[in-house]
């Protein structure tokens, strides 16, 4: 029997098969290009062409495909086959160096923000050698970034690499100042976790919001939710096992890290948590992750949900985003040692990362702002829509030292006692878990807890990433240029810490109190929604920050913030008509054939028995009855909303209209036809309820 060990990457062209079937000089180009980014030669490409086709058809692939992840939030794929006609009527198999660096797909349907005009319909992909190639199914997938024919990223890759060069050389200046002459290159790492819910087949199909909006717009709590706490880090259920069993084989063949798996707070939600690695790679495995899910469930009749919130009342998804940075040689830049207030290394950068948080809060809102995720912030398994920062006692006091110029007392160690002695005796950690905070320093990293489930983590990264190389980029030209080094950085981290205290707070991020505080009295943002936020991108210090480091052009900016808005008001206007369309056909009619029915049982009752009140029947017909009339009002007010919209061309118009307009005649509809569904018998209820769904799977 073949062990994890034998088969982990299996289905991988990584380094261990690149220095197996390569000419050493040829690994050493590549890897030179993958280290160094130096650029790649035609002839090192031709060769690992060669090898790579090789590689994939013994393992039975039969064709390409340049993988990548265009502006959709998903990946996409063109498969071509390696075969090619020989003179005798049979076929060989061939794959160039050209065709691995170079694709050219039909750019026309994926979204483009106006960047390209209508009649350019052509595309390219470029190969990026510092994410493997793998297989899926019979198909070698090539990692390749994607562009328009203008030369305009049209994809979320390539800004990514773009902001993780310039984190590495401003980091690299930093590191210099510091006496290191020997890191090559500073990396982001990532490891995100991933949770999300699994029903059965049989409930899903039985569902059209789920079907259409991967949320249900509708439904009522049953009796028991997560209430007990019942359903975290409790027994996994044999259906559930099965699947995840399968899930983690087949994330291993594909060499992504898949260490962690536990039940969730909700019922029916669960997650999966990886190793943390190379932000570019995280992100393909991510990708690959959530795809792999979905059909690894199917596998099993169940159903993968990475909807936001795809159940009202219970806990949402979400996607924590664990970052560091660290050098070549092994250096994690954001680890404290075991003096942190000696340490100005990492005092420094911990500064940088406060700073750029502080700075670009509005930013790192925008990255993670889709239909879905708003309404997951600010619920109470979220952080709030406000960007704080939690560092935990010990680290405040060495910054609350720095700033005030007082001796730092130090933080004496707890040790914690269990009161059994059979138990080891160990001492408790300075920096807690703080799971109500959006933006929490975890000991050697910090967890940014607002990204959704579904979303990719690309976004994130980029604008972290770019907002820490600036803060970086300033720290740097002033220390270069300070006569001397030490009083200045002492200087820097002192001000650093005064001028973005209000961005660091160790409370209960829950707490309605906090959201006044930050707002009223430290000044923070608090954007709500994707509208709120979303025009902001395009906030003249966010445009000059971005282009001047050389991630986006301003044309790819404005591209993304219109096709971000467009995406909210179609995932909105997509709910609103489903909604429209379950009252119509089914909701109401339900519930009219049932008081019709308790109503005509309430008459015979009463022929029968002149004398009987027939009370329950009686009223519960008068309370369905002014429901009916209620949904059939609110259903009229949402067609109204959404008949609204015509003739707005705007798109940030349109996307405030949905807001103010589409969403609360949704919460104003639901909120009937949900107390309907209490009192309507199930026998004549058309859809399974929550209490059918969320204990479906056994």
Not at 255 to 264: M, R
């Given at each position: 029997m073949s062990t994890v060990t034998d088969y982990f990457g299996s289905q991988v062209f990584d380094d261990r098969v690149m220095r197996s079937m390569l000419s050493s000089e040829v690994y050493a180009s590549l890897r030179k290009t993958i280290d160094e980014g130096t650029e790649l030669d035609i002839s090192v490409a031709n060769a690992v062409a060669e090898a790579m086709k090789n590689w994939a058809v013994e393992k039975g692939a039969t064709h390409f495909t340049h993988w990548f992840?265009?502006?959709?939030?998903?990946?996409?794929?063109?498969?071509?086959?390696?075969?090619?006609?020989?003179?005798?009527?049979?076929?060989?198999?061939?794959?160039?160096?050209?065709?691995?660096?170079?694709?050219?797909?039909?750019?026309?349907?994926?979204?483009?923000?106006?960047?390209?005009?209508?009649?350019?319909?052509?595309?390219?992909?470029?190969?990026?050698?510092?994410?493997?190639?793998?297989i899926k199914g019979r198909t070698l997938c090539i990692p390749t970034a994607f562009c328009s024919y203008g030369g305009h990223a049209l994809d979320k890759k390539t800004p990514l690499l773009r902001s993780m060069e310039?984190?590495?050389?401003?980091?690299?200046?930093?590191?210099?100042?510091?006496?290191?002459?020997?890191?090559?290159?500073?990396?982001?790492?990532?490891?995100?976790?991933?949770?999300?819910?699994?029903?059965?087949?049989?409930?899903?199909?039985?569902?059209?919001?789920?079907?259409?909006?991967?949320?249900?717009?509708?439904?009522?709590?049953?009796?028991?939710?997560?209430?007990?706490?019942?359903?975290?880090?409790?027994?996994?259920?044999?259906?559930?096992?099965?699947?995840?069993e399968e899930l983690n084989d087949e994330l291993w063949k594909?060499?992504?890290?898949?260490?962690?798996?536990?039940?969730?707070?909700?019922?029916?939600?669960?997650?999966?948590?990886?190793?943390?690695?190379?932000?570019?790679?995280?992100?393909?495995?991510?990708?690959?992750?959530?795809?792999?899910?979905?059909?690894?469930?199917?596998?099993?009749?169940?159903?993968?949900?990475?909807?936001?919130?795809?159940?009202?009342?219970v806990n949402?998804?979400?996607?924590?985003?664990?970052?560091?940075?660290?050098?070549?040689?092994?250096?994690?830049?954001?680890?404290?040692?075991?003096?942190?207030?000696?340490?100005?290394?990492?005092?420094?950068?911990?500064?940088?990362?406060?700073?750029?948080?502080?700075?670009?809060?509005?930013l790192l809102r925008i990255a993670v702002a889709t239909a879905g995720n708003d309404h997951r912030l600010g619920a109470n398994e979220a952080p709030p829509a406000v960007i704080s920062i939690?560092?935990?006692?010990?680290?405040?006091?060495?910054?609350?030292?720095?700033?005030?110029?007082?001796?730092?007392?130090?933080?004496?160690?707890?040790?914690?006692?269990?009161?059994?002695?059979?138990?080891?005796?160990?001492?408790?950690d300075t920096t807690d878990r703080n799971r109500t905070s959006p933006f929490a320093f975890t000991g050697n990293k910090f967890e940014f807890r607002m990204l959704g489930s579904s979303n990719s983590i690309a976004c994130t990264n980029i604008m972290l990433n770019s907002a820490v190389a600036e803060s970086l980029r300033i720290y740097a030209d002033r220390?270069?240029?300070?006569?001397?080094?030490?009083?200045?950085?002492?200087?820097?981290?002192?001000?650093t810490i005064k001028d973005h205290q209000r961005i660091i707070f160790n409370g209960n991020g829950y707490d309605d109190a906090w959201i006044t505080e930050a707002t009223e009295k430290r000044g923070l943002l608090n954007y709500r929604t994707t509208a709120d936020c979303m025009p902001h991108l395009m906030d003249e210090k966010n445009v000059t920050m971005l282009t001047s480091l050389g991630v986006f052009t301003v044309d790819e900016l404005r591209s993304r913030r219109d096709i971000m808005?467009?995406?909210?008001?179609?995932?909105?206007?997509?709910?609103?008509?489903?909604?429209?369309?379950?009252?119509?056909?089914?909701?109401?009619?339900?519930?009219?054939?049932?008081?019709a029915d308790l109503a005509k049982e309430a008459s015979g009752k009463k022929a029968l028995f002149p004398d009987l009140a027939c009370s329950y029947e009686t009223e519960l017909v008068r309370k369905l009855s002014v429901l009916t009339d209620c949904i059939a009002e609110k259903t009229d007010e949402l067609e109204e909303a959404v008949l609204g919209l015509q003739g707005t061309e705007d798109i940030v118009e349109e996307s405030a209209l949905i807001r103010d307009t589409v969403l609360p005649r949704m919460s104003e509809l639901r909120i009937p036809c949900d107390r309907a569904e209490l009192l309507t018998a199930k026998s004549y209820w058309p859809f399974p309820t929550y209490g059918d769904i969320l204990f479906s799977v056994k």
């Open positions: 992840q265009p502006l959709t939030g998903i990946t996409a794929e063109k498969h071509d086959g390696f075969i090619a006609p020989a003179p005798d009527g049979s076929v060989i198999m061939e794959f160039s160096g050209k065709e691995l660096i170079k694709g050219e797909p039909d750019a026309s349907s994926f979204p483009s923000g106006g960047l390209r005009a209508t009649f350019e319909a052509r595309g390219y992909t470029a190969w990026d050698p510092t994410s493997y190639a793998f310039v984190l590495n050389k401003q980091a690299l200046r930093i590191l210099r100042l510091f006496g290191n002459n020997t890191a090559k290159r500073v990396v982001s790492s990532v490891g995100p976790e991933q949770e999300y819910f699994l029903i059965t087949k049989e409930m899903y199909e039985q569902r059209p919001d789920l079907r259409f909006t991967g949320r249900t717009l509708f439904g009522a709590m049953p009796p028991k939710g997560q209430e007990l706490d019942d359903h975290y880090f409790g027994v996994i259920k044999p259906g559930v096992a099965a699947f995840m594909l060499g992504i890290l898949a260490k962690t798996e536990h039940n969730e707070v909700a019922p029916a939600q669960h997650e999966l948590a990886p190793i943390y690695t190379t932000t570019n790679i995280a992100t393909d495995h991510n990708q690959l992750t959530m795809e792999i899910m979905q059909k690894v469930a199917a596998r099993h009749g169940l159903v993968c949900l990475l909807h936001e919130k795809p159940f009202a009342g949402g998804s979400g996607k924590h985003n664990n970052w560091s940075i660290a050098t070549d040689e092994g250096q994690n830049l954001l680890s404290p040692g075991d003096t942190p207030y000696e340490n100005a290394q990492f005092l420094l950068f911990l500064c940088t990362v406060i700073k750029a948080v502080d700075d670009y809060q509005d939690f560092l935990g006692d010990e680290l405040n006091a060495v910054l609350e030292a720095i700033k005030t110029d007082s001796p730092y007392q130090g933080t004496k160690k707890t040790q914690m006692k269990l009161g059994v002695d059979v138990l080891p005796k160990f001492n408790r220390l270069e240029n300070a006569e001397d080094f030490e009083t200045e950085l002492h200087e820097m981290i002192r001000k808005l467009e995406n909210y008001c179609k995932s909105v206007l997509i709910e609103a008509n489903t909604m429209i369309n379950m009252v119509h056909k089914r909701i109401a009619p339900a519930i009219t054939r049932f008081t």
